[in-house]
């Protein structure tokens, strides 16, 4: 096997990639529990347009229940630096989708084999899944790969899609709960009276909450999201989690969380509406921030938001230095961005936005500057039943020719293959292909090199 080079790219993927080697997609199947291996070359043949043929195989995220039916919420997911492992976050854990439609599950990471994945001998089978790691809560959704450790954001409580403020440090080898950093309760506008920081018993997990969220009480718990880890100047690593409980954006001083701290959240930025998707650039200096909906007010976003990781660190009044309308010239218009992602050169994201049917490309130095022009294409998506497209994971290729985009809504029953992935040709900014019969409402996605 050739040498590989690591980039992850912000919270969500690494991507791995060598040149002569072919490139695999995987993909969450999110409500229909396999993780999709997809080949990029296979997808680009024009014969396989519209058709699921460059699916290689489809891999279970957790062993199926005792009478046969299928297990696993697969969201997220990042691949190990050797390539050899991916880690798949369950989102509320080993659960059966057509039954568990309420939130609150309890949250677990996925390990698989990357070869035995991309094996078609085991297609539809649990071959290439090693083992489960706990995540400590409930609700796991964004996901960072550390040197020893997998940091994990549990967004949510006990059969609830509020009450969530918990970031887990997981060691990879063990599985082991080492450490976690309990988020503050509230915003200056909305106090929390019952709840201390960090819990402590008979406190926590949060009572007297709605099974069904948005309620009354919404706006308490920042209910964690995506993950980013950015770097500032003096090279300190901070991690940032996008927060759609309390419209904002959380610092987190890795260095403090590694030492123990359960407080080592430093500072608190508001957004304009729920973040959801979070990635930096690759030098970590700039955090991207996707506005996509509250869980506090039911309400989509339409902006990025450019956030400087020293000013951040530091406490400054304006640590958001770049807003960029995406997916809309009509400031009214609600887009729902979702997950997005830097190309590896730093100079421009992919922004899938949900609601608008469309995937936005902005350039990040016109972004910088102030620039209303900064979002410099718009890639509309659509699908051959007539279906929403609705966009959400993100990827890009090392050599920033592809851009990798999962979509599909949610289509009863479960157990059907109504996902999309599409190859975006970032050079022509067109649809160069597009693949079918990925996963159902998938939901994100991460590449390797065989």
Same mark, same amino acid.
């Given at each position: $096997? *050739?040498?590989?080079?690591?980039?992850?790219?912000?919270?969500?993927?690494?991507?791995?990639? *060598?040149?002569?080697?072919?490139?695999?997609?995987?993909?969450?199947?999110?409500?229909?529990?396999? /993780?999709?291996?997809?080949?990029?070359?296979?997808?680009?043949?024009?014969?396989?347009?519209?058709?699921?043929?460059?699916?290689?195989? !489809?891999?279970?995220?957790?062993?199926?229940?005792?009478?046969?039916?299928?297990?696993? %919420?697969?969201?997220? =997911?990042?691949?190990?630096?050797?390539?050899?492992?991916?880690?798949?976050?369950?989102?509320?854990?080993?659960?059966?989708?057509?039954?568990?439609?309420?939130?609150?599950?309890?949250? $677990?990471?996925?390990?698989?084999?990357? %070869?035995?994945? =991309?094996?078609?001998?085991?297609?539809?089978?649990?071959?290439?899944?090693?083992?489960?790691?706990?995540?400590?809560?409930?609700?796991?959704? &964004?996901?960072?790969?550390?040197?020893? $450790?997998?940091?994990?954001?549990?967004?949510?409580?006990?059969?609830?899609?509020?009450?969530?403020?918990?970031?887990?440090?997981? %060691?990879?080898?063990?599985?082991?709960?080492?450490?976690?950093?309990?988020?503050?309760?509230?915003?200056?506008?909305?106090?929390?009276?019952?709840?201390?920081?960090?819990?402590?018993?008979?406190?926590?997990?949060?009572?007297? /909450?709605?099974?069904?969220?948005? &309620?009354?009480?919404?706006?308490?718990?920042?209910?964690?999201?995506?993950?980013?880890?950015?770097?500032?100047?003096? &090279?300190?690593?901070?991690?940032?989690?996008?927060?759609?409980?309390?419209?904002?954006?959380? +610092?987190?001083?890795?260095?403090?969380?590694?030492?123990?701290?359960?407080?080592?959240?430093?500072?608190?930025?508001? $957004?304009?509406?729920?973040?959801?998707?979070?990635?930096?650039?690759?030098?970590?200096?700039?955090?991207?921030?996707?506005?996509?909906?509250?869980?506090?007010? !039911?309400? @989509?976003?339409?902006?990025? @938001?450019?956030?400087?990781?020293?000013?951040?660190?530091?406490?400054?009044? %304006?640590?958001?230095?770049?807003?960029?309308?995406?997916?809309?010239?009509?400031?009214?218009?609600?887009?729902?961005?979702?997950?997005?992602?830097?190309?590896?050169?730093?100079?421009?994201?992919?922004?899938?936005?949900?609601?608008?049917?469309?995937?936005?490309? +902005?350039?990040?130095?016109?972004?910088?500057?102030?620039?209303?022009?900064?979002? +410099?294409?718009?890639?509309? /998506?659509? !699908?051959?039943?007539? !279906?929403?497209?609705?966009?959400?994971?993100?990827?890009?290729?090392?050599?920033?020719?592809?851009?990798?985009? @999962?979509?599909?809504?949610? +289509?009863?029953?479960?157990?059907?293959?109504?996902?999309?992935?599409?190859?975006?040709?970032?050079?022509?900014?067109?649809?160069?292909?597009?693949?079918? &019969?990925?996963?159902?409402?998938?939901?994100?996605?991460?590449?390797?090199?065989?």
């Amino acid at each position: $096997m *050739a040498l590989v080079a690591a980039v992850c790219l912000g919270t969500l993927g690494c991507t791995r990639e *060598a040149v002569g080697e072919g490139v695999y997609v995987l993909v969450t199947g999110r409500r229909l529990p396999y /993780l999709y291996a997809v080949s990029l070359d296979d997808a680009l043949l024009p014969a396989n347009g519209h058709t699921a043929n460059a699916v290689v195989s !489809r891999a279970r995220v957790a062993l199926e229940h005792l009478d046969g039916r299928l297990l696993g %919420d697969p969201a997220n =997911l990042v691949v190990s630096e050797d390539g050899r492992s991916v880690y798949v976050v369950n989102h509320h854990g080993a659960i059966d989708n057509a039954e568990f439609r309420q939130h609150g599950g309890r949250g $677990m990471i996925a390990v698989l084999d990357v %070869d035995a994945v =991309l094996d078609p001998a085991n297609d539809r089978t649990a071959a290439a899944l090693r083992r489960h790691l706990d995540t400590g809560g409930f609700g796991a959704l &964004g996901v960072l790969l550390l040197p020893d $450790m997998l940091v994990v954001s549990n967004a949510e409580n006990h059969l609830t899609e509020d009450g969530g403020n918990r970031i887990a440090f997981l %060691d990879r080898r063990t599985g082991s709960l080492r450490g976690v950093v309990e988020l503050a309760l509230g915003t200056p506008e909305f106090a929390c009276e019952d709840y201390p920081v960090p819990h402590v018993s008979p406190y926590g997990p949060p009572r007297d /909450l709605a099974v069904l969220a948005p &309620g009354p009480g919404v706006g308490c718990f920042p209910n964690p999201n995506g993950l980013a880890l950015g770097r500032a100047s003096d &090279g300190s690593g901070h991690v940032f989690s996008a927060n759609g409980g309390t419209n904002d954006v959380s +610092v987190i001083s890795l260095g403090r969380a590694l030492e123990g701290d359960p407080r080592a959240e430093v500072a608190r930025i508001p $957004m304009q509406v729920g973040p959801w998707g979070i990635t930096a650039t690759p030098d970590g200096r700039t955090v991207i921030v996707a506005n996509g909906g509250s869980q506090r007010e !039911r309400r @989509s976003g339409n902006t990025i @938001s450019l956030v400087d990781v020293d000013r951040a660190v530091a406490g400054a009044e %304006d640590p958001v230095v770049g807003s960029v309308l995406v997916g809309t010239d009509d400031p009214g218009e609600p887009t729902h961005p979702l997950i997005l992602t830097v190309t590896p050169d730093g100079r421009e994201v992919i922004v899938p936005n949900v609601r608008a049917n469309n995937v936005s490309i +902005v350039d990040l130095e016109l972004a910088l500057s102030g620039d209303p022009d900064a979002e +410099v294409a718009r890639i509309p /998506l659509t !699908r051959a039943d007539g !279906r929403a497209a609705s966009p959400k994971g993100s990827a890009v290729t090392s050599d920033g020719r592809y851009a990798l985009i @999962s979509g599909g809504p949610a +289509v009863a029953p479960l157990s059907g293959e109504h996902g999309y992935v599409y190859v975006i040709d970032l050079r022509s900014r067109t649809v160069a292909a597009t693949v079918t &019969g990925v996963g159902n409402s998938p939901y994100n996605l991460a590449l390797v090199v065989r």
